[in-house]
T-cell receptor
Framework: EAEVAQSPRYKITEKSQAVAFWCDPISGHATLYWYRQILGQGPELLVQFQDESVVDDSQLPKDRFSAERLKGVDSTLKIQPAELGDSAMYLC?????????????FGPGTRLTVL | GESVGLHLPTLSVQEGDNSIINCAYSNSASDYFIWYKQESGKGPQFIIDIRSNMDKRQGQRVTVLLNKTVKHLSLQIAATQPGDSAVYFCAERGGANNLFFGTGTRLTVIP
């Protein structure tokens, strides 16, 4: 069964350092999402791509976060510099299209700890 | 913006009993809702969905009920099993297919 892949699974870094997370969506899925999940809370959308284009990054802290999906396939989310409050699970999801009712499939996430 | 919340943060049930997890939402214009299950260390997994033109939908051992009058939905799990232990989220889908999640309810099944 096809799955969304993410790496690394765990990342520990010191504040002010740069970190990057990678996501490989299910093959053929045009839409890719990055969510942040703080411990004890539900995921919150950071950025949404349709192919290589950003369609929603309204909740992305653009002073320190960046995301790209250059070839419309895999994607990288970067934080520079990392802050203590960035400690969270970063989840990637993909869907075939971005139509309402189109199921999103989630990856296992990257657990970030900022010291 | 949308706001989706859950009434109870934790729920413990005996194995074999039925479980009911509740969720309130605030956006009366929302027309599509999903329940997700998240096990420890994993991403959310789709369980069941419902559109606003329905008030009930059944799956395998799960039923979702939607009450648009009071903006409430619930997830019922029949004959709860130890493998059902997880955090359950309700989510409403925005127009761009993005999801707005509630806080979550941790379900613990007691053997």
């Amino acid at each position: 069964e096809a799955e969304v892949a993410q790496s690394p699974r765990y990342k520990i870094t010191e504040k002010s350092q740069a970190v990057a997370f990678w996501c490989d969506p299910i093959s053929g899925h045009a839409t890719l999402y990055w969510y942040r999940q703080i411990l004890g809370q539900g995921p919150e959308l950071l950025v949404q791509f349709q192919d290589e284009s950003v369609v929603d990054d309204s909740q992305l802290p653009k002073d320190r976060f960046s995301a790209e999906r250059l070839k419309g396939v895999d994607s990288t989310l970067k934080i520079q510099p990392a802050e203590l409050g960035d400690s969270a699970m970063y989840l990637c999801a993909s869907s075939l299209f971005r139509l309402a009712g189109d199921e999103q499939f989630f990856g296992p996430g990257t657990r970030l700890t900022v010291l | 913006g949308e706001s989706v919340g859950l009434h109870l943060p934790t729920l413990s049930v005996q194995e074999g009993d039925n479980s009911i997890i509740n969720c309130a939402y605030s956006n009366s214009a929302s027309d599509y809702f999903i329940w997700y299950k998240q096990e420890s260390g994993k991403g959310p997994q789709f369980i069941i969905d419902i559109r606003s033109n329905m008030d009930k939908r059944q799956g395998q051992r799960v039923t979702v009920l939607l009450n648009k009058t009071v903006k409430h939905l619930s997830l019922q799990i029949a004959a709860t099993q130890p493998g059902d232990s997880a955090v359950y989220f309700c989510a409403e889908r925005g127009g761009a297919n993005n999801l707005f999640f509630g806080t979550g309810t941790r379900l613990t099944v007691i053997p």
